[in-house]
């Protein structure tokens, strides 16, 4: 399994930009899917984006528009580009890997705090 390295969090104010970073150790092989979870304080975790192997991505309703994932395959790096961001995007912010059957490998996080 791989061993994920966030981050790029820090404080900014809104309408401001961030790029998370996931660093990626050891071999992907196996990977379905990689994405970027957040959590807010006193909230559940909630898929924020997610590539596909494949390439396929998804976005949460809130974040579209605004958010865009992406991968180096060359750097074994997984990006969050965060534009346009909002006091509610505040929150820890997670890189996973999904494996088959439902195996999940996490970050430690890194914490993102949009305020003025």
């Known amino acids: 399994q791989v061993q994920l390295a966030e981050s790029g969090g820090g404080l900014v104010q809104p309408g401001g930009s961030l790029r998370l970073s996931c660093a990626v150790s050891?071999?992907?092989?196996?990977?379905?899917?990689m994405g970027w979870y957040r959590q807010a304080p006193g909230k559940q975790r909630q898929l924020v984006a997610s590539?596909?192997?494949?390439?396929?991505?998804n976005y949460a309703d809130s974040v579209k528009g605004r958010f865009t994932i992406s991968r180096d395959n060359a750097k074994n790096t997984l990006y969050l580009q965060m534009n346009s961001l909002k006091p509610e995007d505040t929150a820890v912010y997670y890189c996973?890997?999904?494996?088959?059957?439902?195996?999940?490998?996490w970050g430690q996080g890194t914490l993102v705090t949009v305020s003025s």
């Open positions: 590539i596909t192997s494949g390439g396929s991505t």
């Open positions: 050891g071999s992907i092989f196996g990977v379905l899917a």
């Open positions: 996973n890997a999904e494996y088959p059957s439902n195996v999940e490998v």
